[in-house]
């Protein structure tokens, strides 16, 4: 009898231990669920270049999530793809898109601003073949050149040839569309020489090997990669705008702490090889901010569009109205060198 008495404390006992470490679960992970609740989704059209570090290193390392974030990734072949994709409704947030596409919008009076530029980067290259005779910037005269027509690296090759005393009339232009393209026509020979951006300017410099003759077409003007929305979109979630830019600071600070494990994530997103991956950072300049010189290579860019006959705007626009300012100036201050 007092064995059975003993059992049934026992189990008595063992069942209240066991509520109450139900109870204990539950008063635990009932904040936690209710936290998950309140993620805010947002959609981001991204384009796949490694100047977009910042916004993977945020993946990666949960900073979105650890400021209420629930991100979702659409991928886009090209940048001017990602920013017609959100402005289209695919997306609320633009990653990737460098301020020539926004500069073209702009001239169309398309509704999309910049809130961020994530890095300023140096990656536009000429790539020509010695063996038709271009060993320096003046053989290009009377060459076939191929780029992808209406975008920066056309630009950047105009500007190039226009900074070493050749008029972009002095070649032949060839409008080329997509990477494999970009690569394939120099290496064998369709063209003589090809404007475009990397990674795929190294590779057609690496497949010509001592047969390859390479500028960097910038001339020291940096690109600037853009994190853009609608104008309506930012004006009706502020504070959305303000948390992403924070995630995308941690993202900033844990790079500049932890270049290794940065550049690892990078090599992973876009299947790089070491030393690549380590010219990338040189290439790259990966922090939040908002430049006066944007606005100045941005006015730049409408004028060659404009006297090229590639935009039916007869006149440059003010870009301040495609630029909002207010949520870095929340998270970070000091980046913000934008004159109004």
Known sequence: ??????????????VILALVVIFSLFVYLKPWGENAKKLDSIDVAYSPFESIALFWVAQEQGFFSQNGLNVTSHKYDTGAGALDGMVNGEADI????????????ALNNVDARTFAS????EFIYLIGRKDRGIDVVSDLKGKTVGTTFGTIAHFYLGRFLALNGIDIQDVVLVDLKTPVEWVDAVVNGTIDAVATAQ???NLAKESLGVNAVAWSAQSNQPLFTQVIATSKWISEHP??????LESLAQAEEYAINNPAQAKAIVKQQMNFTDDYTETVWMQNQFRLSLDQAQIIAMGDEARWLINNNLTNATSVPNFLDYIYTDGLKAVKPQSVTIIK
């Not at 633009?94 to 919008?105: D, H, K, Q, S, Y």
Request: aromatic share 10%.
């Open 94 to 105: 633009a990653v990737g898109t460098n301020e020539f596409p926004l500069t073209r919008r």
């Open 1 to 14: 009898m007092a064995m059975q008495k003993k059992r049934k404390t026992i189990v008595f006992a063992v």
């Open 118 to 121: 994530i890095s300023k980067s």
């Open 199 to 201: 990674p795929y300017a």
């Open 239 to 244: 504070e959305l705008v303000i948390r992403f």
